[in-house]
């Protein structure tokens, strides 16, 4: 089992930054990949980023590319989200997931929240126009 507890959100203005933590305990952290999702009301849940552990290979939906960064901490049993220059449709509930690092899959595989075993309870991050 592992279990993940997410921080770092809150109230910030459109083109401010926070970054989330994903503080994980239980089973070896190290060997699972790591994912953070969001969801929006009224809209389904949808991929964010992703990092791996067998190679630190890092994935993330257009949306986000060039604004948000996925990285993690092994020695701290920790991933983060580092999201800058924030917009009003960033607001949603994020999660971060852990799941099997699949060396031999392709990127995409990381894309989907089924392929992953663990979720935390979520954050909230709402950007202010």
């Known amino acids: 089992q592992v279990q993940l507890v997410e921080s770092g959100g809150g109230l910030v203005q459109a083109g401010g930054s926070l970054r989330l933590s994903c503080a994980a305990s239980?089973?070896?952290?190290?060997?699972?990949?790591m994912g953070w999702f969001r969801q929006a009301p009224g809209k389904e849940r949808e991929f964010v980023a992703a990092?791996?552990?067998?190679?630190?290979?890092?994935y993330y939906a257009d949306s986000v590319k060039g604004r948000f960064t996925i990285s993690r901490d092994n020695t701290k049993n920790t991933a983060y989200l580092q999201m800058n220059s924030l917009k009003p449709e960033d607001t949603a509930i994020y999660y971060c997931?852990?799941?099997?690092?699949?060396?031999?899959?392709?990127?995409?595989?990381?894309?989907?929240?089924?392929?992953?075993?663990?979720w935390g309870q979520g954050t909230q991050v709402t950007v202010s126009s």
């Open positions: 997931a852990a799941g099997p690092d699949r060396p031999y899959y392709s990127g995409s595989y990381y894309y989907t929240g089924g392929n992953y075993d663990y």
């Open positions: 239980g089973r070896t952290f190290s060997s699972y990949a």
């Open positions: 990092i791996r552990w067998s190679n630190g290979n890092k």
